[in-house]
T-cell receptor, first 116, second 113 residues
Framework: GAVVSQHPSRVICKSGTSVKIECRSLDFQATTMFWYRQFPKKSLMLMATSNEGSKATYEQGVEKDKFLINHASLTLSTLTVTSAHPEDSSFYIC????????????FGPGTRLLVL | RKEVEQDPGPFNVPEGATVAFNCTYSNSASQSFFWYRQDCRKEPKLLMSVYSSGNEDGRFTAQLNRASQYISLLIRDSKLSDSATYLCVVNRESGGGADGLTFGKGTHLIIQP
């Protein structure tokens, strides 16, 4: 299957700082990338969908000014958590797909964010 | 009603046994269905897609009943390495562009030696 990487794998930061997470598709062009997060013992929840070169579409309840998403190329999407707070501590996972509908999504290994 | 509902378990099953998981989904417009497995503190990995005609991949068999909005996964001859959380996953829209996925909370499976 296709490979997606994420960086960093884990990050600890102070409250109020911003954190950038990178998601890269290593061996395919990801037309669409998705950002999910998973709180402990909860299901993965879609945060936003981003298509290369256009603005991300955010799910209800996800603040677009807090979670900045950039999908500048077909192999890279970034999620920036601005002014992070302890309640933003979570497991953030990206996925990418090369197709337009029904295609398999390939997940990155995730980034564990801990905000102190 | 939750979008994708699963029994969280845990299911404690002896090695070699057969185990079945079920899942129901609420969005009747969904077109794509999957089972993923997730190991502790790891990302989900695709186990198999689920088709209306039912499909099999080695020891794993998946079934879809669109009328009942019900998906199942059967694992035969379970191995210790099958211990994981199994996620029932449904796409969010009926088509027209790539769609985000809706995940169930997962069913935790523990295979005991």
């Amino acid at each position: 299957g296709a490979v997606v990487s994420q960086h960093p794998s884990r990050v600890i930061c102070k409250s109020g700082t911003s954190v950038k997470i990178e998601c890269r598709s290593l061996d395919f062009q990801a037309t669409t990338m998705f950002w999910y997060r998973q709180f402990p013992k909860k299901s993965l929840m879609l945060m936003a969908t981003s298509n290369e070169g256009s603005k991300a579409t955010y799910e209800q309840g996800v603040e677009k000014d807090k979670f900045l998403i950039n999908h500048a190329s077909l192999t890279l999407s970034t999620l920036t958590v601005t002014s992070a707070h302890p309640e933003d501590s979570s497991f953030y996972i990206c996925s990418g797909t090369s197709g337009g509908g029904g295609e398999t999504q390939y997940f990155g290994p995730g980034t564990r964010l801990l905000v102190l | 009603r939750k979008e994708v509902e699963q029994d969280p378990g845990p299911f404690n099953v002896p090695e070699g046994a057969t185990v079945a998981f079920n899942c129901t989904y609420s969005n009747s417009a969904s077109q794509s269905f999957f089972w993923y497995r997730q190991d502790c503190r790891k990302e989900p990995k695709l186990l198999m897609s689920v088709y209306s005609s039912g499909n099999e991949d080695g020891r794993f068999t998946a079934q879809l009943n669109r009328a009942s909005q019900y998906i199942s996964l059967l694992i035969r001859d379970s191995k210790l390495s099958d211990s994981a959380t199994y996620l029932c996953v449904v796409n969010r829209e009926s088509g027209g562009g790539a769609d985000g996925l809706t995940f169930g909370k997962g069913t935790h499976l523990i295979i005991q030696p």
